[in-house]
């Protein structure tokens, strides 16, 4: 929640008595400085303008008064300050690399598409692990980094947010998606580096072989953690395709062997995570956030936002108006 302040308060309470002072100033020394002549005929009718000049005449003094105060609070400075926490070590660097071929779509997990709950999975843990940056990846018939790791968690979950089952298309290229990581996370000079891959599969496309892209995970000193989602047997199914925007439900036969993803994270050096159910899926990311502990020192810094710009614009425009009311439309009769 930001705070507001004034940089030069001694111009804020200027601005806050300048109303009551030129009021009771134009008062005080009117008639001190005033001469009436008469307009009209002797003897006549005196001279009376088209319009209310008074009224007029008010509305002018009101546009200045607020144009000097206006004017005046922006003098004052005012800023908003929004305390922000800062991260005075590095944390870990994470990639999750999830699978969005249209298998993801199966409603096994609780009621909910597997996919859906990876994903409501890595939103947590990314709100709970603030100092850490984490980064995305999706495999498919193909496999793409979607955004590098970073602390810039809104960035993270609009990315998840734009996600769509089937983008890549029908297929699971694991090899390539921890290829991918690989080539990632072995540029980074955190403390911790880690893969997470989540998938419901077999690696049936690419040209890079799961255990071969898990050793050079390894090789780098990339911890590796491999997660099978989902249940074998007849799955319901429901999502829209991305390319032609047909819903697809039904069934499918849910079938992947659990012994080849344990073979990929044992050439990685990694653990491997059955997770046929929702809960299951959960006790995998609390074990994962475990094993990727850092300590990490935090402060807290004051983002400060000048706001004066908008007061200038006003006061000026209060003034200008003013002006140009009395001296263009007035003038003949003030």
């Not at 922006?74 to 991260?87: E, K, L």
């Not at 870990?92 to 779509?105: C, E, R």
């Not at 000079?189 to 071969?212: M, Y």
Request: aromatic share 8%; hydrophobic share 50%; net charge positive.
């Amino acid at each position: 929640m930001p705070n507001f302040a004034f940089e030069r308060p001694i111009f804020a309470l200027f601005a806050l008595l300048s109303p009551f002072v030129i009021v009771i100033g134009g008062r005080f020394f009117r008639g001190a400085f005033s001469l009436s002549l008469s307009l009209g005929p002797p003897g006549g009718e005196s001279f009376k303008p088209p319009f209310s000049s008074g009224f007029w005449g008010k509305i002018c003094k009101i546009a200045s008064i607020a144009g000097v105060s206006i004017l005046l609070l922006a003098a004052s400075g005012p800023i908003s300050v929004t305390p922000a926490v800062v991260w005075l070590d590095r944390g870990a660097d994470i990639l999750f690399v999830l699978d969005s071929s249209p298998s993801m779509a199966g409603l096994d997990m609780g009621g909910k598409r597997r996919f859906d709950a990876a994903v409501a999975l890595v939103r947590s843990f990314a709100a709970a692990r603030p100092a850490d940056a984490i980064g995305l990846a999706a495999c498919g018939l193909d496999a793409a980094l979607l955004i590098p790791p970073t602390t810039d968690h809104r960035a993270l979950l609009a990315k998840l947010n734009s996600m769509q089952i089937g983008e890549l298309g029908d297929g699971t290229a694991l090899g390539t998606g921890l290829s991918v990581a690989a080539l990632h996370l072995s540029r980074s000079a955190a403390p911790r580096r880690a893969c997470v891959l989540i998938t419901d599969g077999e690696n049936n496309s690419g040209a890079i072989h799961p255990e071969t892209a898990a050793r050079a995970l390894a090789a780098k000193g990339i911890s590796l953690y491999i997660i099978a989602c989902g249940t074998s047997g007849e799955v319901p199914i429901d999502y829209v395709d991305p390319i032609s925007k047909v819903r697809r439900t039904g069934s499918f036969d849910s079938r992947y062997n659990p012994d080849i993803l344990a073979k990929i994270a044992i050439a990685g050096d990694g653990i491997f995570f059955p997770a046929p159910s929702i809960q299951a899926l959960d006790s995998a990311f609390e074990r994962i956030s475990a094993a990727e502990m850092t300590v990490s020192r935090s402060g807290v810094r004051e983002k400060k936002r000048p706001l004066h710009n908008p007061l200038i614009f006003a006061g000026a425009l209060f003034s200008v108006g003013a002006f140009l009311l009395k001296k263009l439309f007035l003038g003949a009769f003030l």
